[in-house]
């Protein structure tokens, strides 16, 4: 039995492995302008074996950020802790709810630290442009802008309520939150998947 699970856990991590590089490349693709018919029948072809899997998390609201639509992480995340159980199962024949459950909490903390770290790089290049006076109307600060306000106002509510505080001063406590934040829930989730791990059931 142990050996049909090892072979299934193989195929399946494969399978998900080679998936989650279609979803990959057909992202990359998107950053890229020009129509659809301009990649040829290979990008049909990876638009509709990808697409329908994809267009399943872009329903969930709370994954569009700003003007960010973070859904593609969702997907993969999922997608790799499916690849990672398969190949636990693979090694080991069998696999626990323990070990399932420690990486479901990695998968989830990869991308929220993906996101505190992408906000923090954000809130740091604003304090940049700030500090050296650079011209903010210019595009690329338009868009770190259109990206860095919603946080820093919520941010700035949570810190100091209705008060009315100095730019700079909601930029720096805004950074510092967002740093501890980083740090911190990092110890955090890896001592808690050190206890899920050993979880003998």
Do not use: C, E
């Amino acid at each position: 039995m142990a050996g049909i699970m090892n072979i299934l856990g193989r195929l399946l991590g494969a399978i998900t492995s080679l998936y989650m590089i279609l979803i990959f490349i057909r992202i990359l693709l998107t950053w890229f302008s020009g129509p659809a018919g301009h990649y040829g029948r290979a990008y049909g072809f990876l638009s509709g074996i990808t697409d329908p899997y994809l267009k399943w998390f872009r329903r969930f609201r709370f994954l569009q950020v700003a003007h960010l639509d973070l859904s593609p992480i969702a997907a993969l995340a999922i997608l790799s802790m499916a690849n990672n159980v398969f190949l636990t199962i693979a090694r080991f024949g069998a696999i626990t709810l323990g070990i399932i459950l420690s990486m479901l909490t990695a998968i989830i903390w990869s991308a929220v630290s993906f996101i505190l770290s992408f906000f923090i790089i954000i809130v740091a290049l604003r304090l940049v442009a700030y500090l050296a006076g650079w011209d903010v109307y210019h595009g690329f600060w338009r868009i770190i802008d259109q990206v860095s306000q919603p946080i820093l106002y919520r941010l700035n509510r949570m810190l100091f309520g209705r008060r009315l505080v100095r730019y700079m001063t909601g930029i720096l406590f805004s950074l510092a939150v967002l740093l501890v934040l980083r740090v911190g829930l990092d110890f955090l989730v890896r001592g808690l998947q050190g206890l899920l791990y050993r979880l003998p059931f």
